[in-house]
């Protein structure tokens, strides 16, 4: 702890982005119970609207039996259709008008919500399933963008850990609210509190802008504080033609498809030895706790070191190989508690390895490939692999479960190699990648 007391004091815009990230994961956290009950109920009513419900009927099936495969096509399509939009905001609004105006409209969606779900419009559970999907990965891309602009690169590997495990400490909050508060407040009400650390996030964003301005002026970057312009679709064309964009998207692809064999593979054994909802409960509880104790450790005494002294390659690496042994463990004892402890290995260390790795690498990249580039792989290329490896596990599991997890070995090197092409490609940066020594802080003063 004397190490985050140290980077606190030399580090002022910490304080505003471990607040930032901590009220945007619990906000989310809050919400995600409520959107998993969504997709887990039994009652199609509560979820679908009627005429999707009477469509599916009346072809001869029912809608509940692929609610998770719909949902999640939903979702994808939801995506594609507001990655235009969000590229047209980048374009044409300023960063000072572009991240209040993204809560902002999450804070009024909100809002939106709970007339819902008090006046029990049908569709709702759908239409919330959904744009939770949409709001975590957009807001999570958008404070990302933003502290790529406040910090620069060796800021970034001496912080980004810190900032990590106030995100973590969240995401344990969060649902720990949702359990006490659910009750005496009801669903819809949660809604409100989850609007309530959406507003706090608006305050640090505006707090940390003399910061972002301040390393613009002393780096000599563009300006944030005007439109950047450009094409609605540049940041397709910024993956496909800049290398460590292109390496980060392949990496993300076998990422995300290991983590959805792994987590539908661990459903079906679950659903097998744990009968009851209790146990099932109980079991993805215990993951869940050992995943973000894991996590917050490794943030806080191992992530800075890694950064600081070896840059990003161990972090980005280390993963990979992990999950790589993991399945091959599981090929050859796939019982719950060890398919428990790769989950809890492979979650943590996305989280708390691969995930600041990836994001210090963007500071060194310029604000069309943070804010547009680093958009759709987060959202278009994240919410397309989790919906692609849905249906390949759908397919694989036929064969058996040596075969899913034989098929997550494969992901596994295929992230591990995707690792390696970020590490090639990210040498050709601007920026040093030298480990972090003394760093002077850019001046906030005069830049509101």
């Known amino acids: 702890m004397s190490g985050l007391r140290r980077a606190l004091a030399r580090t ?45 009927r009346g072809h001869g099936w029912e809608l509940k039996d692929f609610a998770l495969q719909v949902l999640f096509t939903c979702t994808f399509v939801a995506m594609l259709a ?44 759908m239409a919330f399933f959904v744009w939770t999907a949409i709001f975590n990965l957009f807001a999570v891309t958008v404070f990302w963008s933003y ?33 006490w508060l659910v009750q005496p407040l009801g669903v819809a009400n949660l809604l409100l509190v989850s609007a309530g650390f959406l507003s706090v996030c608006v305050l640090c964003v505006v707090r ?7 390393r613009e002026r002393a780096h000599g970057l563009a300006s944030g504080e005007g439109a950047m ?11 496909w033609q800049r290398p460590a964009l292109r390496a980060m998207a392949i990496t993300l692809f076998f990422s995300v498809g290991a983590a959805t064999l792994l987590y539908n593979q661990q459903s079906a054994i679950a659903r097998e030895f744990y009968p009851s909802a209790e146990a099932a409960t109980r079991y993805f509880a215990r993951i869940d706790s050992a995943v973000n104790l894991l996590a917050i450790l490794t943030q806080l005494l ?69 804010y547009k580039g680093k958009a759709v792989i987060d959202t278009a290329v994240f919410r397309g692999t989790d919906l692609a490896f849905v249906w390949v596990h759908k397919a694989v599991a036929l064969l058996g479960t040596q075969a899913v997890f034989a098929a997550g070995a494969l992901a596994a090197a295929g992230m591990t190699a995707g690792a390696w092409s970020i590490v090639r490609a990210q040498r050709g940066l601007p920026g040093a990648a030298d480990p972090v020594s003394s760093v002077t802080e850019p001046n906030p003063r005069g830049a509101a």
């Open 12 to 56: 002022p815009p910490l304080w505003w982005s471990l607040l930032y990230f901590f009220c945007l994961l619990c906000g989310y956290y809050v919400l995600r119970p409520v959107r998993d009950a969504m997709g887990a109920s039994a009652d199609a009513a509560t979820v679908f609207p009627h005429a999707w419900i009477e469509f599916a």
């Open 82 to 125: 507001l990655q235009p939009v969000y590229g047209a905001l980048v374009a044409r609004f300023p960063r000072r008008a572009l991240l209040p105006l993204v809560y902002g409209v999450f804070i009024v969606c909100l809002f939106g919500f709970h007339w819902a779900f008090h006046a029990q419009v049908p569709g709702r559970g």
């Open 147 to 179: 502290m790529a602009d406040v910090f620069d690169d060796r800021q970034a590997r001496r912080v980004y850990g810190y900032i990590g495990a106030g995100g973590t400490a969240g995401a344990v909050l969060g649902p720990m609210l949702t359990q």
């Open 208 to 214: 940390l802008r003399p910061w972002a301005m301040a």
């Open 229 to 239: 312009g450009g094409s609605v679709w540049a940041g397709l064309r910024l993956v």
């Open 302 to 370: 191992l992530t800075r070191w890694l950064l600081n002294r070896h840059g990003v390659a161990p972090a980005l690496l280390m993963p990979g190989l992990i999950l790589m042994l993991g399945f091959a463990a599981l090929m050859a004892s796939p019982l719950p508690m060890m398919v428990a402890v790769v989950q809890v290995a492979q979650r943590a260390s996305e989280f708390a390895l691969s995930k600041p790795a990836r994001e210090t690498l963007y500071t060194r990249m310029d604000r069309p490939s943070r």
